[in-house]
């Protein structure tokens, strides 16, 4: 193995009389290195030590984000008869002022009137509960909710058409939000 030269220099105070650092006192040849500590008296020159303080610092975040960027989830790529699209789920509260307000024949009558002509190649209602904070009061809220969960047409102007389902719902029943999650998907029929 050919020879190698280490320096390395390590900052233990900034303290202008009594900088330390550990040097090289041989060469590496896979059996090692033989290091001594020096104290100098010399005064170091600010800028040199926070230039190294600098570069230690944007190494450990180079180092912090590329495993960040690692972890993140795995992307399961749309393969054989799965198709890239995206799916809309809209979050429809049924309570005003905790009290049940949207019964099951009026939501029935607002999907006919509003969400089957502006998405005739179908959807899927989910039945679920809901849970919010309710800041005003300091408590947790409880409430029927459906789910409406769209697989959007492709090139079509969706995002106009879920707006207008949205206001429609929150004038016809007073509701403060709906809620919208719109998310990649593979998806196959």
Known sequence: MPPCNV???????????????????????????????????QRAPPAKAWHVISLVLAAIALLLFSTAARAGPEIIPCEGALQAQQVAQLLFGRNVEDRARVSEADFNIF??????????????????????????????????????????????????????????????????SVGLIIAPACVRF
């Open 7 to 41: 320096i390395a220099t390590s900052v233990r105070s900034l303290k202008p009389d009594r900088i330390a650092a550990v040097t090289n006192g041989g060469n590496i040849r896979g059996g090692g290195t033989v290091n001594r500590t020096e104290k100098s008296s």
């Open 111 to 176: 999907v006919a009137r509003e969400v089957s002509p502006r998405f005739p190649d179908g959807f899927t209602v989910i039945d679920a509960t809901g849970q919010w904070r309710d800041a005003r009061r300091g408590t947790t809220v409880h409430e029927a909710t459906k789910i409406i969960e769209i697989v959007l047409p492709a090139g079509e102007d969706n995002r106009r058409k879920i707006e207008a389902i949205v206001e429609v719902y929150k004038s016809q029943f007073q509701q403060q």
